[in-house]
């Protein structure tokens, strides 16, 4: 019997030192399953070992096999990364999610928020975090390294110029390749992916869900010390511990089940706050912004993504004021005025306690908008905030904008007076049609992007395509980002300004073409395909659209007097377009047929369902999107099907039809009846 108890417990110690110390997990579960679970794993382990050493000398992650298929199927991409699997250790229904290098454990009924389309929106900041990264461990002397990253290929899209690369673009780029050469002959301290570095960033997740986003910052960003994902509810806490402990990052990785709000709270001394914090919530962010500005370190990175895009884009701008503290408008740049809002949002919170913002990209993609900004400290700086903000008048007939300042500031020898603006801009009427003007804002006036560090993104992701399966839409946004113009808000849109006038609207590149030859800059944006940034003024415009119309001529007789179109060309223009196409009037990332406007990615890509405590998406909701699914593909041919919907005049009591009217009548009776029950 002591015989057969000492053989067990020397072959329990043969066990162990195979698997401990590089498993901790492992060396947990031998004391309670014994030698059997040893074996199994230790088979485990060997069988993985040949094709993870393989995959570490290609240094290339677990995208690297999958071909990048958002040109050719943008669906495919979201649908083979969520495969069910037999795997040891699954609950009963739980699928595993492959993203990135992240594998995570997820239950098929909807207790926990994923959405698959903003794969892009998390390998996008696995991208920007990295960049930071760089330059703040670069000046504790530390050198990260990324997977796949080789020697950098620069893109300068903007300084290209009839094919050739101009003379001072060639001497900052050996300017910069002689500074990392010097750099490389300096000592560093290495900090790899997947590695605990002591010196490195702390990570704030507030609101994880499911943690995939965390588990893809400690396998995929480098120089990172530690990373918190928080989510108040239990069963996402519970899962995030799992999903850590599944991707072996528990080293790194801590679950938190708490309050957002709190846990940024309680990290407002400088010595406790973040470097990183990512809020990406469903809906608004605007409960977690104050406690955001506050907990963020000196310099620090703020991430904030924003889907409440009905909220922000118009639709009701009385919310938009108690949320953000300004008001939308209903106008073809909504969404970039989103991006404005959002900032002038973050940047008036964090004034409250003398820090201000300095965005370091602001993106408007999907049915979301995302913006990354650094938070300094500064009490003479935050006296610029309000030179910052800017008052929107925006023409409710033909939609000519102008923008007004909320200070003013200006320079006296070493020192900077401070006063009010003086206005409005505008008259009571617009100059152009008539019309009267709505007031919007304040919002955001400043550029959106520092292109030096936007242009450092868009460097590394082009010299590592193989890093993130979305790399070639990142390539295509950023690439567009480079060449707006950066000291422009806001945009018009062609087509608009074609129905505006009711005529055909002129192709993109004469149009482009006759604002450069009047002197003027132009640029497209990322937020809209039709988009027209220009520094003219809307006049400019409207005389560049009467001279088109003269050569595609509108029936006037169908206009009325009173209509913006009758009242614009009813003016002779005092500027006569040129609509010869110019070569600099086709930017860059358009010639090189760039991904800068991705398709729907799959069916029902929109915003997801709010996760629920027991799971699943209430019946309500789905019978309301299988009713309205397709309803413009599908239009009904037949009258007789137009009887089991309500009529909207009956409704109102305008219906003259009386029993002739296609539309019942009797089911809004019902209905009517059976609400006063």
Known sequence: MLARTTLQVSFRCLCLSLVFPKKRASFLQILTTGCSFVLKNFRTMESKKEPKESQDTTSADSTTTAVPKEDTDPSSSTESSQTSSTEPGLLPGETVVKEGKAAILFPSANEVFYNPVQEFNRDLTCAVITEFAREQLAQKGIRILVPGEKDRVVVRLSEEKNGMVDQEASEQLENELQKEEEADEKEYITASVGERCEQGLCVLEGLAASGLRSVRFALEVPGLKSITANDYSAKAAALIARNAQHNNVSHMLQASQRDASMVMYEARGRKERYDVIDLDPYGSPSPFLDAAVQAVSEGGLLCVTCTDMAVMAGNSGETCYSKYGSMSIKSRYCHEMALRIILHCLDQRAAVYQRYIEPLLSVSVDFYIRVFVRVRTGQAVVKNSASKQALLYNCVGCGAFSLQRMGKRTSQGKHMKYSAATGPPVGPNCEHCGQRHQLGGPVWAEPLHDIKFV????????????????????????????????????????????????????????????????????????ACKNAVKTDAPAGVLWDIMRCWEKSNPVKRERLSETSPAQRILSTEPTLQACFEIREDANPQSRKRHLTRFQENPQANWGPKARARAGGGISSELEDKRKHFQGKRKKPITDSSQLKSLPCKKFRKGTCTHGDKCCYSHELEQETNEDKMD
């Open 455 to 526: 242009q450092k993104i868009l460097d590394a992701v082009s010299g590592n395509p193989t890093r993130f399966r979305t790399s070639k839409r990142i390539e295509g946004v950023l690439s567009m980002v480079t060449e707006e113009l950066q000291d422009v808000p806001l945009y018009y849109a062609l087509d608009h300004l074609s129905s505006t006038v009711h005529c055909n609207t002129p192709p993109m590149l004469q149009f482009r073409s006759a604002l450069l030859h009047a002197g003027y800059r132009v640029s497209f944006s990322h």
